[in-house]
């Protein structure tokens, strides 16, 4: 079974600052991975994903997250934070193939800072 | 194109009553799913379907039922509601096919409160 692990619940960046949200994934064949966003009293919305094509995957808003095999982590940044970005993100895992479903991690709030 | 909506919005129940949710989706996708969302829990898969005419469980299926009668509707009951199923409830659907296959459209949510 597929699982994913997102380190830390709040991360907390200035305006301005890098924004990096770790995930980590782990799963028997190499998956699908996801990072969707929460936006407050909204639904999630999806950011980027990864299909197995390019290890580099960029997404809307200026984020992007970098697949990475030997260290089964697909970490989301964005060079420089806006207030508008914060939110709660989520990073999310699917087994290639059939009906499996995606897991979801926890979640990490993204707190920005004037 | 309206995408995936919930109704209601928002519900108060008291220990015992039922009621149903209700989700539809516009984009003729095959899949469907039900999520309970909880603090620092992220979410969790109640059930899902593949196809009209199919329900599947998933993480957290007790108390819980569902139906697909229609491909485009996705009915989650609650037949004796528990302060435990306190939660925000999210609907998805997903197409099968294409580029963007298995990404999932998540509705607006519905905000559930036993007492």
């Known amino acids: 079974a597929q699982s994913v692990t997102q380190l830390g619940s709040h991360v907390s960046v200035s305006e301005g600052a890098l924004v990096l949200l770790r995930c980590n994934y782990s799963?028997?064949?190499?998956?699908?991975l996801f990072w969707y966003v929460q936006y407050p009293n909204q639904g999630l919305q999806l950011l980027l994903k990864?299909?197995?094509?390019?290890?580099l995957v960029k997404g809307i808003n200026g984020f992007e997250a970098e697949f990475k095999k030997s260290e089964t982590s697909f970490h989301l940044t964005k060079p420089s934070a806006h207030m508008s970005d914060a939110a709660e993100y989520f990073c999310a895992v699917k087994k290639i193939g059939g009906y499996s479903t995606l897991t979801f991690g926890k979640g990490t709030m993204l707190l920005v800072s004037p | 194109n309206a995408g995936v909506t919930q109704t209601p919005k928002f519900r108060v129940l008291k220990t015992g009553q039922s009621m149903t949710l209700l989700c539809a989706q516009d984009m003729n996708h095959e899949y469907m799913y039900w999520y309970r969302q909880d603090p620092g829990m992220g979410l969790r898969l109640i059930h899902y379907s593949v196809g009209e005419g199919t329900t599947a469980k998933g993480e957290v299926p007790d108390g819980y039922n569902v139906s697909r009668l229609k491909k485009q509707n996705f009915l989650l009951g609650l037949e004796s509601a528990a302060p435990s199923q306190t939660s925000v409830y999210f609907c998805?659907?997903?197409?099968?096919?294409?580029?963007?296959?298995?990404?999932?459209?998540f509705g607006p949510g519905t905000r559930l409160t036993v007492t």
């Open positions: 990864y299909t197995s094509a390019a290890t």
């Open positions: 998805a659907s997903s197409d099968t096919s294409g580029r963007w296959s298995y990404e999932q459209y």
């Open positions: 799963s028997s064949v190499p998956p699908y």
